[in-house]
Protein backbone atom coordinates (compact mmCIF):
# COMPACT_ATOMS: atom_id res chain seq x y z
CA UNK A 1 0.00 0.00 0.00
CA UNK A 2 1.52 3.59 -0.85
CA UNK A 3 1.14 6.63 1.60
CA UNK A 4 -1.27 7.96 -1.00
CA UNK A 5 -4.00 5.67 0.35
CA UNK A 6 -3.09 5.85 4.17
CA UNK A 7 -3.82 9.98 3.47
CA UNK A 8 -7.50 9.86 1.56
CA UNK A 9 -8.26 7.17 4.18
CA UNK A 10 -7.17 9.89 6.81
CA UNK A 11 -9.10 12.77 4.97
CA UNK A 12 -12.06 10.91 4.62
CA UNK A 13 -12.25 10.05 8.10
CA UNK A 14 -11.99 13.25 9.26
CA UNK A 15 -14.71 14.69 7.01
CA UNK A 16 -16.91 12.03 7.92
CA UNK A 17 -16.37 13.22 11.33
CA UNK A 18 -16.79 16.70 10.60
CA UNK A 19 -20.04 16.18 8.95
CA UNK A 20 -21.31 14.06 11.51
CA UNK A 21 -20.33 16.42 14.56
CA UNK A 22 -22.34 19.59 12.44
CA UNK A 23 -24.98 18.01 11.64
CA UNK A 24 -25.41 16.10 14.79
CA UNK A 25 -28.12 18.27 16.55
CA UNK A 26 -30.25 18.15 13.15
CA UNK A 27 -30.55 14.96 12.80
CA UNK A 28 -31.28 14.26 16.74
CA UNK A 29 -34.20 17.09 16.23
CA UNK A 30 -35.31 14.60 13.38
CA UNK A 31 -35.37 11.68 14.93
CA UNK A 32 -37.22 13.27 17.76
CA UNK A 33 -39.94 14.50 15.90
CA UNK A 34 -40.28 11.08 13.85
CA UNK A 35 -40.69 9.25 17.62
CA UNK A 36 -43.61 11.86 18.21
CA UNK A 37 -45.01 11.38 15.14
CA UNK A 38 -44.61 14.52 13.54
CA UNK A 39 -43.53 15.11 10.23
CA UNK A 40 -39.99 16.27 9.48
CA UNK A 41 -40.97 19.57 7.09
CA UNK A 42 -43.99 21.16 9.62
CA UNK A 43 -41.43 22.25 12.42
CA UNK A 44 -43.15 24.16 15.80
CA UNK A 45 -41.90 27.15 15.01
CA UNK A 46 -43.66 27.47 11.46
CA UNK A 47 -46.93 26.52 13.52
CA UNK A 48 -46.32 29.40 16.22
CA UNK A 49 -45.16 31.81 13.35
CA UNK A 50 -48.62 31.10 11.36
CA UNK A 51 -50.89 31.66 14.38
CA UNK A 52 -49.07 35.00 14.50
CA UNK A 53 -49.51 36.76 11.65
CA UNK A 54 -51.53 39.74 12.48
CA UNK A 55 -48.86 40.49 15.09
CA UNK A 56 -46.39 43.31 14.67
CA UNK A 57 -43.17 42.07 13.10
CA UNK A 58 -41.06 44.46 15.50
CA UNK A 59 -41.64 46.51 18.58
CA UNK A 60 -39.16 48.94 17.10
CA UNK A 61 -41.69 51.79 17.92
CA UNK A 62 -42.39 50.98 21.34
CA UNK A 63 -38.79 49.62 22.80
CA UNK A 64 -37.37 53.50 21.39
CA UNK A 65 -36.73 55.79 23.98
CA UNK A 66 -38.75 58.83 24.49
CA UNK A 67 -37.38 62.17 23.85
CA UNK A 68 -37.18 63.96 26.77
CA UNK A 69 -38.44 67.47 27.16
CA UNK A 70 -35.10 70.46 27.17
CA UNK A 71 -34.01 71.44 31.03
CA UNK A 72 -34.79 74.95 31.35
CA UNK A 73 -31.60 77.38 32.00
CA UNK A 74 -31.54 79.01 35.42
Same mark, same amino acid.
Do not use: C
Given at each position: ? *??? +?? #? !? !? =??? &? =??? +?? &? /? /??? $???? $???????????? %? &????? @? *? #??? $????? %???? @?? !? *? !? %? $???? %?????
Amino acid at each position: M *SRN +FI #T !A !A =VTI &G =VGV +FT &G /Y /YAF $QPAL $QELAIQRAHGIQ %P &GASSE @A *S #TSK $QNDNA %PLSN @AA !A *S !A %P $QPSE %PKKGK
